[in-house]
């Protein structure tokens, strides 16, 4: 891809990061997008072909940076641990900081950040559809390896706990100022690297947490029997 080619693109997907962000996927023109990246319209259609094709571009671009430092950071975490399971901490860190680093870098980071919250509510694009074609292969990489570092609590209980640990990370980046509901002035005294650490800790606390539903505590005591069984 020569630079001019390049350049173009970057603009439209500027543009359009920012504008679906403040006016979402129905409210956000091509035409607009086109003025704002000051491109013609057949460049939109012959990069991107259509709206929605646009709008995964838009996202694809930071969501593939963020999978991709989050691999990362769990191979180096299953590495270290080998041969055994990396500890829940290593795991939920792998995950939670590169996506905190794009959200708190830059104004383009919390424009993202925006439109991520804002397409979950679209009605006329699935961002649960877009984020298992995308991001599927990563979120199982994830689970599977919470499920290793917890072999004695059951798979259904650790992808619960998985889904509220990143519900809380999605608060936190979506909505900080909300802490002054129960604090006032709470958000402009805490750093963004003690808000971290304290969503780790809670993260890390919820998902190992003893379970206190009978259900869920007899089907782990099966399977510590089983696997008993077959040594």
């Known amino acids: 891809m020569n630079s001019a080619v390049a350049n173009t693109q970057n603009r439209v997907l ?24 000051n491109v013609n319209l057949a460049a939109v259609h012959y990069h991107f072909k259509s709206k929605e094709a646009l709008l995964e571009a838009v996202l694809l671009r930071r969501i593939s940076v963020i999978n991709e430092a989050r691999l990362k950071s769990l191979d180096a975490a299953e590495a270290a641990a080998a041969p ?6 290593a795991v939920v860190r792998a995950f939670i900081i590169p996506t905190v680093e794009c959200a708190q870098r830059d104004e383009t980071g919390a424009t993202f950040v925006q439109l991520m919250s804002r397409m979950f509510t679209e009605p006329k694009f699935s961002m649960t559809d877009f984020l298992g074609r995308k991001s599927g292969d990563a979120m199982s990489r994830f689970t599977a390896a919470l499920t290793r570092a917890l072999p004695q609590m059951p798979a259904e209980v650790v992808m619960w706990r998985a889904f509220f640990a990143i519900g809380a990370m999605h608060h ?29 800790e809670f993260s890390v606390a919820g998902i190992c947490a003893t379970t206190t ?12 029997v089983q696997s008993r069984k077959h040594k």
């Open 14 to 37: 500027d543009a359009a990061e920012r504008l679906f962000a403040e006016q979402g996927f129905e409210g956000a023109s091509i035409r607009a997008i086109v003025d704002a990246a």
């Open 213 to 224: 539903n009978t259900r869920t505590a007899e089907k782990a005591k099966s399977k510590m």
């Open 84 to 89: 055994n399971a990396p500890s829940v901490e």
């Open 172 to 200: 936190l980046l979506c909505s900080p100022g909300k802490i002054d509901l129960l604090s006032k002035g709470l958000r402009n005294t805490t750093s963004d690297a003690d808000m971290t650490s304290y969503l780790i």
